[in-house]
């Protein structure tokens, strides 16, 4: 394949600024699209402009001067006979200045604003023209670009590779529908849209020609996660068989039994740890669905089979919060427990370090700090990652290897999410992944009554806190996030805390934050669990995880600025219990569009996988993958929303291209994945 670096013409500043953009051969160019369009096929009067409008207008230049008010800027005054508009400019150079002197005829390209001197443009887009000069016939494609590199200049590039890369095609024409057209059709279609191209179409992507380039990107993400997965069967790895002395033992002592739900994931995973390749299980359950139990059992499958097993949180708190509750479970069983977190003091560092290398620990309990280099297991034979979307892929994958003895074996893992991931999401991000949900409740939890109450009726908050409290129930109070400023943050606590101390001279507050010590937040924890403190407030630390039954009521302060996974996970530590369970969400008003949405959503929805799914309409698919840790690329021109229809077929297409036709389905992958990215491994 052509390297850039040898297409002549192609210098080494423009060499640079492609690599900076991930472009790295020809077929980078390619597949590097337009950002947007613009149009410059009309040109519009001065009066019959409308505020906010994109347009382009063509006149003579009859006023230019720089200006110092409001601050510095050029300002050119252009008439085109039916009224007048400001070109506005703040940085300029002497050669804008000689560009638009006097009486030149300009074409300027901009969004007509209300400015200082009536209606200008900001910076516009602006050309010399004489009474001659034709008017573009075709949308102008705008790409992304970096420093050094102009639009022409990428443009042109692209423009060479369609002229002189392969655009053949690679899905065989039974796979596709007959009226799509076809990849090389779609690329000279978007790249150089013909006249009749609708600006709208082009720039919401709902053409056939997008939708031709987001199926083959949507295939080349399925392509690449069978491999994955296929991959990973050819690993080895422990086959654990099914335990007939431990978990049953367990069960005998546990208060109550396993929901139906939890038997069905519970067998599941079981079954993958008897095969000899590595399970890679997705464990879905929404807040309070009961996951703990059922990794306490696959953790002890491994341990009745001679193996270790690792149960990783992503915070302090429920790590320990984990072992205290598995200690609790294990006690009868007599298998030693290994803790270990980033704060831990040297000495119980060290002797954790020793039982898990020496093998004495059967199960070690901790944060991130399982995965550090120093961590030796004697035989690792399972994983299990609690929260998994809070840890990146790379951290994932760490941990994964410590169990590797060699090139050709690794643990089998667990993933747990309370996060519900929308379909969508798991039909391509998770494609490589099994997945077991648990889609029922323990039996007995009551509904939660959630409020929306604006700041300014806080005094009824307070009063209902002080009622549930003489009543003998817990609550929580969560300050607001803020997350410009860690600082800010603990400040808010520290000020709320104190203030609540005062509101309430009768009850026992206590406080949880990010930065106390861990065995200051243990003991917090430990007291609030045991009922001696009544009032919890804490910074959003206690989102994932805590389990406290007995706290029927939280308070979430400036719950506008929350997300909607955020808001659902700090609801579901209430309703746990028998009690009757509210949350009370305190908003600041005015609320912004997205806001009010979200509360709207909250509100009227307990169910975790609608709020998923809403989540995942409002912020995109980021905030399920952990990814702004580990920068995983994301799909670039296929939107999951709107490109759902397209996901089954692409999944279809891919499985009979690999079963039919994998000299194509190779070539289709290599095309996709040479923008200089690698698709998410998990
Ligand atoms: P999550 O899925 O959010 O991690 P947990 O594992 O923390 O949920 O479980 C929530 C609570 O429900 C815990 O107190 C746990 O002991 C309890 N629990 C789990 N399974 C059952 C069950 N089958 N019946 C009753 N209570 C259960
Ligand atoms: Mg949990």
Known sequence: MTKLADIKGITKPVLSGLHKLGIHDVQGLLLHMPLRYVDETHISEVRELRMGEQAQVEGEIIHLEVSYKPRKSLIARLSDGTGDIFLRFLNFYPSQIAALKEGTRVRALGEVRHGYFGYEMVHPQTRAVRETTAVKQTLTPVYPTTAGLSQPSIRKWVTWALNNGDVSETLPKETYAKQTPSFQASLQYLHNPPPEANLQAMENRSNLEWRRLAFDELISQQLSMRQHYAKRRELGAPVLKLSTNLIPQLLSTLPFGLTGAQQRVVKEISQDLSRPYPMQRLLQGDV??????????????AIENGYQAAIMAPTEILAEQH????????????????????????????????????????????THALFQAQVQFNQLGLVVVDEQHRFGVEQRLSLRQKGQSDEVSAPHQLMMSATPIPRTLSMSYFADLDVSVIDELPPGRTPIATKLVSDARRDEIVERVRAACSQGAQAYWVCPLIEESEVLQLQTALDTFEHLQQTFPDLRVGLVHGRMKSAEKQSVMAEFSAGDIQLLVATTVIEVGVDVPNASLMVIEHAERMGLSQLHQLRGRVGRGAAKSAC???????????????????????????????????????????????GTPMLKIADLERDADLLEQAQAVADELLKRHPVEAQKHLDRWLSRGDELVKV
């Open 288 to 301: 309070g669905s009961g996951k703990t139990i059922v990794a306490m059992l696959a953790a002890l499958q």
């Open 323 to 366: 072992y205290q509750k598995m200690l609790h479970w294990l006690a009868p069983l007599d298998i030693q427990v290994a803790w270990l977190s980033g704060s831990q003091g040297k000495k119980d560092r060290t002797a954790s370090l020793a039982a898990i290398a020496s093998g004495d620990a059967r199960l070690a309990i901790g």
């Open 584 to 630: 009370i969400l305190i908003y600041q008003t005015p609320l912004s569009e997205t806001a009010r949405a979200r509360l709207k959503i909250i509100y009227e929805s307990s169910d975790g996988f609608e709020i998923a799914q809403a989540d995942l309409h409002l912020r995109g698919p980021g905030e399920f993958l952990g990814i702004r840790q580990s």
